[in-house]
């Protein structure tokens, strides 16, 4: 079942001016102010703000008295909407091919085609809630049945993510305000003024004498909610975006019809490509339905591409998941990312050796939802700085790892508490107790001293980590390091972690 995802970003106003001014320090609150004639009032104010005590709507004067550190910066809508719409088309090519505006704050998109998010939409929404926070974002994400109530359950919570159980929406919106229905203010304001407080109430009163005032649009926004109304989401499209499509007088339905058009919509995708001398990273087939409904299937590439037999053979592999309904009107396929790609003179067997291209498995592992990417080096000394993930097919690294003792071929993702008898400063442990199983050491070599990073932290001017390769009787081997050098407490807490297991 196809699910609806809508991103809220409470604070886009002020998150825009912090990325625009990096030397805004973090603890400066920053209030936006909107302007109507004489008036100005607080249009949006971000965290810091907000805790002082400012809202939105607050007369600007009054803002600014109640806290006088008070950064304040003038509404620029155009700005804003521009920043929005920015953020959508990232959106676009990372998570899904249906991704639109919503609203002056929002994102919305269909989590249909967005098979590099598996892992279940608890995962889903965390790593987009992650995403956002590392481009110094603030987002609340909620996944519901339908765009309203996603929408809706979004600008509810105080907390980073919400998921609405399927069949659950009646129970998760009836208590939410008639502010969240995406009314028109007016319609709005009249209801409450009509004693109308939350959707639950609007729902269970009578259609006829609300239409017969207010027009269809309470119950048109009520029927979407609910999911009784399909409220399709119109995907967001750049205007350099490639795109060929291909509209039918009749609808079509049939596997082997729809394959038949694929194929010449890559065909005609490839041929606009080639005239910019672009090769597709990623694309997008957007199934338009006579009722009124789309489905989409996203293919990529390690390496950017201009085969029409492969990417035609990407897209019919996954277009068994198509469900035509009662037929299908259009087809669109979008190149969402296109990079460079110059002609290539192929090389003679008996010039050079031949190499084994392993892209195309790369392409078909990627596309089934699966993580491929290569390990490279970094140069860091602290272990767990010391490696990278890259694209499966990047150029190769130059830096190499420093020399230094063995490392285990599994190093964790972080290192574990253990319970260790060992004697200070520098002697390996006698024994290590490490998720419930007491090891003995029969073998060690050791100490091999890393020192932090103090370029990277202050915290880490003084800090140290002794480091051990052990083997228990069992002959298995791990690699455990003490915090700190064993006699001043300010290098570490001397206690004991494991860190890696060896082959």
């Excluded at 919400?162 to 208590?175: H, L």
């Amino acid at each position: 079942m196809t699910r609806v995802v809508s991103i809220y970003l409470p604070d886009l106003p002020t998150d825009r001016i912090r990325r625009a001014d990096p030397g805004i320090p973090p603890e400066q609150a920053i209030a936006v102010i909107a302007r109507s004639g004489s008036k100005r009032w607080v249009s949006a104010a971000d965290a810091a703000a907000r805790k002082a005590g400012v809202r939105i709507g607050m007369p600007a004067a009054k803002a600014q008295a109640l806290f006088c550190g008070l950064m304040l910066v003038d509404a620029d809508p155009a700005t804003d909407a521009a920043a929005l719409e920015r953020i959508t088309l990232w959106a676009l090519t990372i998570y899904s091919p249906i991704v639109a505006v919503d609203g002056v704050d929002g994102i919305v998109m269909d989590t249909e085609g967005a098979d590099h998010l598996q892992g279940g939409e608890l995962a889903m929404v965390t790593k987009i809630a992650n995403q956002f926070l590392a481009r110094k974002l603030t987002a609340r994400v909620a996944v519901a049945d339908t765009w309203g109530a996603a929408h809706a359950c979004a600008r509810a919570i105080s907390r980073d993510t919400v998921i609405v159980p399927i069949g659950d929406t009646v129970r998760a919106v009836e208590k939410l305000p008639i502010s969240l229905l995406r009314l028109p203010g007016k319609i709005a304001s009249d209801l409450r003024t009509l004693g109308f407080q939350t959707i639950g109430e609007l729902a269970n009163t009578p259609r006829a004498p609300l239409t017969l005032r207010f027009g269809p649009e309470i119950g048109r926004r009520l029927d979407q909610m609910f999911g009784r109304v399909s409220e399709p989401i119109d995907p967001i499209r750049a205007a350099e975006l490639i795109e060929v499509s291909r509209a039918f007088a009749e609808p079509i339905g049939a596997a082997e019809t729809i394959d038949k058009y694929v194929g010449r919509l890559v065909v005609q995708l490839i041929e606009e490509l080639q005239k910019r001398g672009l090769g597709v990273r990623r694309a997008d087939l957007i199934v338009e339905k006579v009722d009124g409904t789309r489905q989409a299937i996203r293919a990529g590439t390690v390496k950017p591409v201009r085969d029409v037999a492969w990417l035609t053979k990407l897209f019919r592999d996954r277009t068994e998941k198509i469900e035509p309904g009662f037929g299908i009107e259009r087809l669109t396929l979008v190149a969402i990312m296109a990079e460079p790609l110059d002609e290539r003179q192929t090389s003679s067997s008996l010039v050079e050796e031949d190499v084994t291209d392993v892209t195309p498995l790369i392409d078909i592992y990627g596309n089934r939802g699966q993580r491929v990417y290569r390990l490279a080096p970094v140069a860091s000394d602290v272990p767990e700085r010391s490696v990278q993930r890259i694209s499966a097919a990047a150029d190769p690294i130059e830096i190499t790892w420093v020399s230094h003792w063995r490392r285990p071929v599994r190093l964790l993702a972080r290192p574990e508490l253990i319970e260790a008898i060992a004697l200070l400063p520098d002697r390996p442990p006698v024994s290590i107790t490490w998720r419930g199983k007491r090891r003995k050491v029969k073998r060690a070599d050791g100490p091999e001293r890393i020192f932090g990073e103090w370029w990277q932290r202050d915290a880490e001017m003084e800090a140290v980590r002794d480091y051990f390769v052990i083997e228990d009787e069992a002959g298995e081997r791990f690699w455990v390091f003490r915090s700190g050098d064993g006699i001043d407490p300010d290098t570490g807490s001397h206690r004991w972690f494991m860190h890696g297991i060896f082959a």
